[in-house]
């Protein structure tokens, strides 16, 4: 194994964790955002009011995405084993 597969192989790690976690983290984001703008023209500072959205609709989203995000991994992984034998030498 060289310097060169190491890099390889955390780049394309890096990249999948980036691909399967941005639908979670953007529509997380997005809701936050929408949720503070409503606290702030409201003044309510309600801890709860940011967090339970947050976590319905990130859970909301990884079941609908879930399908697409166990086919990247599995694509991922399938790469992954498929250079077992180029790493041994």
């Known amino acids: 194994m060289n310097e060169q597969m190491v890099v390889y192989l955390f ?9 399967v976690s941005s639908p979670m ?3 997380s984001l997005i809701i936050g955002l929408i949720i503070a703008i409503f606290q702030a023209a409201t003044s309510i500072q309600e801890v709860t009011l940011t967090f339970v959205p947050k976590i319905i609709i ?12 166990m086919e990247i991994m599995i694509g991922f992984t399938i790469t992954i084993f498929n250079q077992i034998p180029a790493l041994g030498r």
């Not at 780049?11 to 691909?19: G, P």
């Not at 990130?58 to 995000?69: K, S």
């Open 58 to 69: 990130v859970a909301v989203v990884a079941v609908l995405t879930l399908p697409w995000m």
């Open 11 to 19: 780049r394309e790690a890096f990249y999948t964790m980036i691909l």
């Open 25 to 27: 983290l953007v529509l």
